[in-house]
């Protein structure tokens, strides 16, 4: 993938900078976090190995606890914790695991608050990742943010660059509220420039326009983001001007740029790696042709993995998401 | 450690307090004032209360939804629980909860859960927090004899125990899970030889005893507090009325009215109690004076509930989201 | 609610019918089925007591089993039972503890069969009931379909009338697939005539037109059904003709239906309990601004619960779900 | 109930084919032909083949994300499971699965589960499916050291209790998780001292011992068939390779050299159970037929496995629905 738009863009931000891949900008994140505030403890299954071997050596293991293969109950076990005074981040490593956690995370976590009349907070960080393309199959492929969506009491981000990822992190964590991150492991070793600034904090709920352009916007959700900027540096050569948006936030989803973005453009394609049904597209689509429905010129359109599992074989996985290819083909169709 | 001097009169006061507060609900209820679903803990005042004693005021505590008893045992006022009961904005949980969900924050209830189960990982983080930040709380975890089913069971205890987790899992084992005795869901009944897989003690009391129950909740307190671990304490008790208040079984009843009955009779933890005070020395009029100032108590209750108004509708999104960032 | 257009409809049905209520006709689609194949069994908690005691006088304890309160486990118990030879009926109860069944239902249930290349076939039906202003509070009136609809692999109907849950819950029961059954509780007392054919089967995916209309098409989802026919009842005088359409399935989801009503009307609306985010409306919504989009007149709508955590007050929970007003509102400002 | 005669063959058979099976796919997935994740079992044969020679051909098998050991002990063709490690058309799943998920339905296996625990309950309700229709199948699962501390784990083992069914939880106890030891994972470390909390039968065995583990197994068979109910056995056996092939763990080991390779000469089932064989007065060469036979079969596989053809792009649907309707 070409990351220089974004690389410009972040490297236009005042302050130093420093060159880090996305995955070091997680870890750099969780670790700047734990020194700067003790209340913030990491869990999860082999984190005191797996989550950069730096952070045990960093806090010793009274912050940074390995857990037992028990998903349904040690994110509950962070969650009392969150109501009791730390700030933990609940590690729950391949995204296909939370449906164990489903409970604790919907039940407790995102209702509590609400059902107490306020008298708990919850801060809390669920992160987990997201495979693809890699020949995992469908017990280790999902990528299940769609179904949180529909939970009220949740913030949930996707973003996909390491300026981002590191800044939106860092406002997880210091949330007051259950955050759910999702990272695209496709992203992991993507390089960008990040601000060096302990305090660059991207704020939940911000989406940022990686691209301007003309003609099209295309909104790409989490790792759609690297065909989606292939396509459009593609299409630059034809004269075909695309804008593209990242959320960043799911939820609460920053409804406004793409409006913004819609009425200069009037026609939006949404590309997203979830599965087709009931996915964050849908909704964009939905709010769109009910509040941006005049300023429209075609059809909104939509490209995401089919109704199907996650298949094994690459053959099958290899146009399995929506490639370059097909993101230009869905632009072409609208102009 | 045993009850002692006024903290008898306590625990007869706070078992009352329950009582008397659940009795009136249930009238309020059936009288339809109080909407959802009601179930009472009558019965159970023993195990609740025992238990609670044994904890300090900054000491936690989650519970289920058969919540009442739980923040009236640790010392919650009434009159917010009552308010919440009918959905009122004085309510605890300003009409948000509802009769499952008397989670009571002023008395260190961090939740109770209307799923089976959902609170024992919260206790067990609840507890897990007070290692991390080298605090000597306690935690008191109450769930009922089916929740032993859960994974959360399973799952909290053996985390309880790798850690030394200062928690006491109280199970207030009533003998049903709605219409489902132990012994037909329960491929083992004893449900304190459960905790000899996680290596913790578990041990079973007469939760019809409050000072037996406060007696073993202490001892397990005294340990937890000195980072000794957790406890699994099961505390056998019975349910006087019906699952949910209004609840209708068709079919074969589940248990014999004559079984209830002669729980009713023999084995009600207040009368029981009352007796024993009575023999240790305490005078009638002590406790005639605890009676009617228990039945005060709930009168005005049931006086602040009634007069504080319903939530506004513009209020609806309140207490969603905490919306501010550490600092 | 006036449920008479779809009596009548009913009623136009060839052969013998009975009046009996959405309730009864559950109970009874799953007593003539277990009656018909002996590999049906209904499993869950406190079900020999409350899945209608008739159940274990006709078909004993080999046939209907209590289970423990495990419901992460029992599902599965059910999915082993399935791909060995039985087709459960598993009983989840109330809709909001299905989140503890999530990892079965969707790791297992609904990946087996594509992951074995077919060597496997799951027959299960999970059944659940959805509460609502009944101040059952968040924790037990949950909506979860919409999370569902993104997970490949389940079929998901939520039919309104009594004829048509006895016809798609046989047909669940039938099928060869992974079908999940949700309840609306405030549709359990409505009554309907229902064919005493034991072979009367509602195919899965075809949606019903309630009623025809000219001027506007509403989309009413479960629960919703009630308002939105309450809404068209009123609007009738006022000469606005509503059509009104209930996909009954909502996996696979007739668009097929919808499409053509929109046709006719150029507007749509959809009316839904589930929240906001995400849910059925949006995926509709979705759809239709893609495949339909020349022929909508004005901006699709979508009323819903609000992404809110259902409150215990009555007072609050009362306005919370689409109402016969809110509807009518709608109704309005399309024309 | 011994290994006698030529079933002492078979399971030297079927270690080896389990090994041979698993080094050349290492090698075929280290020179990238092989996709995905890649989980040997080398070292743990002798649990595998000792429990799973116990059963009858028409009982049932659940397995792990190490999946490729179960098919091969229960007696499955090897040319399928290589080309499923491959992606290939003419894989065991058609592709659709791959190296965790080495479900043959041929030999009885209803799945191999990537997500930790998430057989266990397959597992019980397929031995449910028996108990109902009253045949005489029992079920063996198999899961690891880690998965007991799932939830599923404790609430199946309770279900299979309660209805007395035939099946038999397996434990490979290879002694951690990933990185994970059972020390540092589990409050009490005997796993099988859990199994009373549940009532039922809970016992430890020699995993490297193929013949020790068929004892085991073969006598819970009996029971369970018998209708006597589910039997806990856990298997001591340990892992030679790294968790995954190409799995780098940073930082401390979490394990020795040495203990690996101590294991590796002293505790190799194979090994070991070559010498008891010529003890027993097997010859030599009936053995280096053996493994000779061994070492076509899995020639042959790979050359199955690469002439079969990718899937088809049209064909990613396939499978997903029976779309039949019950008849
Ligand atoms: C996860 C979940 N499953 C089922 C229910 C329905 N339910 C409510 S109370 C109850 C019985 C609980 O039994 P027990 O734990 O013994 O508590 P008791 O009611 O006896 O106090 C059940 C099954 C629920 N609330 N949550
Ligand atoms: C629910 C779930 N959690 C975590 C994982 C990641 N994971 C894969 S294997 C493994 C360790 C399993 O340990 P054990 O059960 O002892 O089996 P072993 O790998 O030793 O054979 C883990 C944590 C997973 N696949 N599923
Ligand atoms: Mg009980
Ligand atoms: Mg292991």
């Known amino acids: 993938m070409d990351v220089k738009d974004d690389t410009h863009r972040d490297a236009a931000t005042p302050g130093p900078h420093i060159q880090m891949t996305y995955f070091e900008a997680i870890v750099q994140a969780q670790l700047e976090e734990m020194h700067r505030d003790e209340r913030v403890v990491l869990l999860g299954e082999d984190v005191s190995v797996h989550g950069g071997g730096k952070l045990i050596e960093c806090f010793g293991k009274n912050r940074v606890w390995n857990m037992p293969i028990s998903e349904g109950s040690f994110t509950g076990l962070g969650i009392g914790a969150a109501i009791n005074g730390l700030r933990p981040i609940v ?23 609400y059902m107490t009349g306020g008298q708990i907070d919850i801060p809390i960080v669920f992160r987990c990742c997201m495979f693809s393309t890699g020949s995992e199959a469908a017990q280790h492929a999902d990528r299940p943010y769609p179904l949180f969506m529909n939970v009220p009491g949740l913030k949930i981000i996707s973003p996909t660059s ?92 920053d409804y406004e740029a793409i409006k913004m973005s819609i009425e200069k453009t009037g026609r939006l394609i949404i590309v997203e790696n979830g599965h087709r049904i009931c996915n964050v597209g849908s909704e964009i689509a939905a709010v769109m042709a009910e509040e941006s429905f005049d300023l429209l010129k075609r059809p909104i359109l939509r490209l995401s993995a089919p109704d199907i599992h996650v ?13 370059r290819d097909s993101i230009v083909g869905a632009i072409r169709q609208l102009l | 450690m045993q009850l002692k001097g006024d903290r008898r009169l306590e625990a007869f006061r706070r078992m009352l307090r329950i009582r008397r507060f659940e009795e009136e609900g249930r009238r309020l209820f059936n009288g339809g004032q109080i909407p959802g679903w009601f179930h009472t803990t009558v019965g159970q005042e023993g195990a609740i209360v025992g238990a609670s004693l044994a904890l300090r005021d900054d000491d936690a505590m989650t519970g289920t939804h058969r919540s009442h008893g739980h923040p009236i045992a640790k010392g919650a006022h009434l009159q917010a629980l009552m308010a919440e009961l009918m959905g009122k ?57 089916g929740a032993v089913n859960q994974g959360t069971f399973h799952e ?36 304190a030889l459960r905790a000899a897989g996680y290596g913790i003690p578990g041990e079973i009391v007469d939760g019809q005893d409050v000072s037996a129950v406060y007696q073993s909740a202490a001892y397990a307190v005294t340990r937890a507090r000195a980072g000794q671990g957790p406890t699994l304490i099961v505390a056998n008790t019975y349910r006087f009325d019906e699952h949910n208040i209004g609840l209708a079984v ?66 609806l999104p309140d207490y969603m989201f905490v919306s501010t960032i550490a600092r």
């Open chain 1, 91 to 113: 590690d729950i490593s391949t995204a296909s695991f939370i449906y164990l956690a489903c409970d604790q995370i919907v039940n407790q976590a995102s209702k509590l608050r």
């Open chain 1, 162 to 253: 390491a300026a981002d990822i590191k800044g939106l992190m860092k406002s997880a964590i210091r949330d007051g509220d259950p955050v759910l991150v999702f990272e695209d492991t496709r992203l992991w070793p993507l390089k960008g420039d990040v601000p060096t600034d302990p305090d660059h904090l991207i704020p939940i709920g911000k989406a940022d326009v990686k691209r301007e352009g003309e003609h099209v916007t295309v909104v790409a959700i989490a790792g759609a983001i690297r065909p989606t900027m292939e396509a459009a540096n593609y299409l630059i050569e034809e004269g075909i001007s695309v804008e593209v948006i990242d959320p960043r936030t799911l939820k609460p989803l």
């Open chain 1, 311 to 323: 298949p094994f074989s690459p053959a099958l996985e290899k146009d399995f998401f929506p490639t």
């Open chain 2, 89 to 145: 904005e004085g309510g605890v949980c300003k009409g948000r909860g509802g009769s499952m969900h008397f989670a009571d924050s002023s008395v260190g209830i961090i939740s109770e859960s209307g799923i089976v189960g959902g609170g024992i990982p919260l206790a067990t983080g609840c507890a897990f927090s007070a290692k991390v930040r080298g605090v000597d709380q306690v935690t008191l975890c109450f769930f009922g004899d």
């Open chain 2, 156 to 191: 909290s205890l053996n985390m309880a125990s790798l850690w030394r987790l200062p928690v006491i899992y109280l199970c207030e084992n009533n003998g049903y899970a709605m219409t489902t005795s132990v012994a037909t869901s329960h491929g083992q009944p004893d449900i």
């Open chain 2, 250 to 315: 068709s079919g074969e009843p589940y248990r014999q009215v004559a079984e209830v009955e002669a729980h009713k009779r023999d084995r009600d933890p207040i009368l029981l109690y009352r007796t024993v005070l009575l023999e240790e020395g305490v005078n009638e009029e002590t406790l005639a004076t605890i009676e009617h100032e228990v039945a005060q108590a709930v009168t005005q209750a049931v006086q602040f509930a009634l007069a504080s108004p319903m939530p506004r509708p513009e209020t």
